[in-house]
């Protein structure tokens, strides 16, 4: 039986969605695979922490779940709030079943068993695996070119991922069947990667467009000349026109984010002195 979502987190019932994110992150971090190698205890902490919030982390599933219509794994407890449907104990039994719910008539289990096809019963067939939740992690330059990375489950197991071009911080990569088993015969979950874009030191995003300060020394300002400059996807030579002035923004076209079509990189010059004691330097600007 799976322990109390709150109590694995380390939340009160009265946390927000904010507090029980942030706890859930904290957990992950703390917990993940690659940072506890063949340590079968950690891992089954970590894939608690995930079924925990799949569960306070999804706002119908834990309305459900504070309401005691789902257990800590996400199954229907039978017959919640009890009495006919309607609520209350009270209602009004208006010739339908007054046991409902997903556990079915139990008068009609009998006459299908005593009648055969004379009798109508419910059978939801097979159900699918619950998902389970991670937070990943991945760089700058990954969120913006693309990339196959391969990445550690809670159990152990590594999976090749494709990661996206474009994609940002708080979405959702979905990996098919690689949640966990059905208990009933069904096709297993799905393994929900929750993505945290790290910051760049070299570049910000704007939309599909990216954008970067880059210092040029002052005699390559004023003739002009050719420098390097690094993009995500690597080095490029950018031509600096004579007379530039520090503000001025030079466009690098498509080596923005790798979408379609893709975005630009926008370098902003910043003029410096190679060498501020240079007398060199100094005698032209006092003139002499």
């Known amino acids: 039986m799976a322990l109390d979502p709150y109590t694995v987190l380390g939340v009160p019932r009265s946390a927000t969605e904010a507090e029980i994110k942030k706890a859930y992150r904290m957990k992950v971090k703390a917990l993940h695979p690659d940072q506890h190698p063949n340590d079968a205890r950690k891992a089954e902490e970590f894939k608690r922490v995930s079924s925990a919030y799949e569960i306070l982390g999804d706002a119908e599933k834990k309305a459900k779940f504070d309401r005691g219509e789902i257990d800590a794994e996400g199954n229907p407890r039978g017959f919640a709030g009890g009495g006919f449907p309607g609520g209350g104990g009270g209602g009004r039994w208006d010739g339908g079943s007054p046991f409902g719910g997903a556990q079915g008539d139990p008068f009609e289990d009998i006459l299908s068993g005593m009648f055969g096809a004379g009798a109508r019963r419910r059978n939801p067939g097979p159900q699918k695996g619950r ?92 003739l002009g000349g050719t420098v390097d400059v690094r993009t995500p996807s690597g080095p490029v030579a950018l031509k600096i026109p004579a007379g530039t002035n520090t503000g001025a923004q030079l466009r690098l076209k498509g080596k923005g984010v790798q979408v379609t079509p893709p975005g630009d990189l926008y370098v902003r010059l910043e003029i410096v002195l190679s060498d501020p004691r240079d007398e060199g330097l100094k005698r032209w600007a006092e003139g002499r």
Request: hydrophobic share 35%; net charge negative.
């Open 131 to 222: 998902d389970i939740r991670y937070r990943v992690e991945i760089s700058f330059e990954d969120a913006v070119t693309g990339a196959r990375r391969r990445m550690t489950m809670a159990d152990g197991s590594a999976l090749d991922v494709n990661i996206p071009a474009g994609i940002t911080s708080g979405q959702t990569l979905r990996l098919k069947s690689q949640g966990q088993p059905s208990p009933s015969g069904g096709a297993p979950g799905d393994a929900l990667l929750e993505v945290d874009v790290l910051p760049s030191q070299i570049w910000t995003r704007d939309g599909k467009d990216l954008r970067m300060p880059l210092s040029v020394d002052l005699r390559t300002a004023v």
